[in-house]
């Protein structure tokens, strides 16, 4: 008695020089997070009373200079995300060192903002996840 492997039929396979729903889901993440960092470093640089959680500031430096990291690294974050969507190779190897890199930044802020600097780690993770898991040398 033999059984047969199920195929996936040809209009449902994904080609190697194509986006899988992962790298798009990583893409559009990555593009919402970068937009909600604009959002708090715009916030951090034009009024950081508006960030003052308790009377607890940041671990290291102050509100308005993680503003600034914190809005490049969201629009660095958010071009990465549309570059993604788009299918550009090396979009990918950015998304994941800007992935990296907001996840760390988000200790500087974390006294503060314990639950948003948890979720935003948690975001992070699962981009790097995503555009590391179903890497295709071609794309």
Known sequence: MSTSVPQVPQEYQIGQTEQSGWAIFAGIIM???????????????????????????????????????????????????????????????????????????QFGTISSFPLWGLLVIAIDITIIYQLVARWHPDF
């Open 31 to 105: 593009a919402m997070n970068g937009f909600f960092g604009i959002m708090y470093g715009l916030a951090g640089i034009l009024n950081d009373k508006v960030l003052h959680v308790g009377g607890r500031g940041p671990v290291v430096l102050d509100f308005t200079t993680w503003g600034w990291v914190t809005l490049i690294l969201g629009v660095l974050l958010t071009l990465t995300g549309v570059g993604i969507l788009l299918g550009n190779g090396a979009a990918r190897w950015f998304g994941v060192a800007f992935a990296f890199l907001s996840a760390c930044a």
